[in-house]
Every structure is written in C-alpha cells, then in structure tokens.
C-alpha cells in the first residue's frame, strides 16, 4: 500500500484558517483513507490509500472533503513516499549547508523556463535550485529574511507553491519510513 504525504497550504498561519490536527485526521478518515497522522500544525498529513485511487482524484477528494468540513478554501499538494525520498536525495544544498538555512518550496506544477528567470534577484545571498516539483531553498540569513518567500515563489512562478523547513522534510520522510517498515 502505498503512503502519501498531503501538504496543506497556508492553514494555522497568523491566525487564519485554524484547523486542529486531531479534526484534520478525522476529516481524511472520512473518505477512507488509513493510518492517518498529521506533524506540526502546518498541516502534513500522511496515510495510506487502500482504495488505492489517482493521486489526483485522492487530492480533488481531500480537497473536497476539507471544504465540506471547514467551509473554506484548503489547497492540498500530494506527494508519494518514493517522491519525498527522492527529493530528500536530491536536495543539493544538504548536507554541506546548515540544516536550519535550508527549505524546500513545493510546487503545484513545474514552472516554465520563462518563469524561473524571474526568480533572479541581484545581491541576494539566499539561492535557489530547482528539483522535481520542488525548488530547493539556501537562506544564510534565514527565511524570515528572503526574498525567496512564498508569495513571491508563487507570483514569479504561476504556480500555487507551500513552504517546509529542511528539518520538517526530514522529519516527515523519517514517519513515513518508520511506517512503511512495520
């Protein structure tokens, strides 16, 4: 059976679209999916599909689930157990660089070539390097300080995009591991 991980974009951030973990976990049980867990309140939910449909008739249903329960808007971005572990691998910047300056930005969809030269910005220490469906993020300074924020990440690229931590992307790797062990 196989384990995805479902990324949830901008819910518990600054107040707005607060859902708790435990409500989350029970609103994905709802449409049958299995061993569902949830990490940090950023919204990562990972679980198995016995049903075993299309990744994009599974998020259609997540996403419609969510909004039946909540009443708005969740975007949710799906990524299968052999997609997160290679984009652990492939991760340029790891393991040379600190782990606490580097990020990953998920995208909805590949960004054209046009759109990835907008993404240069002079005098800028922070750097970025392009992977599958993700764009791997290095902020000596910290993230709180890039230019390469979400929004900016979105309005260049054209894409609907969601931001972890390199310590979270381990991390959720690590569960879904342990999982798929036992």
């Known amino acids: 059976m196989n384990f995805?991980?479902?990324?949830?974009?901008?819910i518990n951030v600054s107040?707005?679209?607060l859902l708790s973990m435990a409500s989350l976990q029970?609103?994905?049980?709802?449409?049958?999916?299995?061993?569902?867990?949830?990490?940090?309140?950023?919204?990562?939910?990972?679980?198995t599909d016995p049903a075993a449909r299309t990744p994009e008739v599974l998020n259609s249903e997540i996403e419609a689930e969510?909004?039946?329960?909540?009443?708005?808007?969740?975007?949710?971005?799906?990524?299968?157990?052999?997609?997160?572990?290679?984009?652990?691998?492939?991760?340029?910047?790891?393991?040379?660089?600190?782990?606490?300056e580097l990020?990953?930005?998920f995208l909805w969809r590949?960004?054209?070539?046009?759109?990835?030269?907008?993404?240069?910005?002079?005098?800028?220490?922070?750097?970025?390097a392009l992977g599958e469906q993700v764009l791997y993020i290095h902020c000596p300074t910290g993230y709180g300080k890039t230019k390469f924020n979400n929004n900016f990440i979105e309005k260049k690229l054209k894409t609907t995009a969601t931001t972890r931590n390199w310590n979270t992307v381990e991390t959720l790797?690590?569960?879904?591991?342990?999982k798929t062990n036992h």
């Open 26 to 47: 029970t609103c994905y049980e709802q449409i049958g999916l299995k061993e569902v867990n949830t990490y940090i309140q950023t919204g990562n939910v990972y679980f």
């Open 173 to 178: 790797l690590k569960l879904i591991e342990n």
């Open 15 to 17: 107040g707005q679209k």
């Open 4 to 10: 995805y991980l479902s990324l949830l974009r901008g």
């Open 103 to 105: 990020y990953c930005t």
């Open 66 to 100: 969510l909004f039946k329960t909540y009443h708005f808007t969740v975007q949710s971005l799906l990524i299968s157990a052999d997609m997160l572990k290679t984009i652990v691998a492939q991760n340029p910047y790891a393991p040379e660089h600190d782990k606490k």
């Open 110 to 128: 590949m960004p054209t070539e046009d759109a990835l030269h907008e993404l240069v910005i002079p005098e800028v220490t922070d750097s970025y």
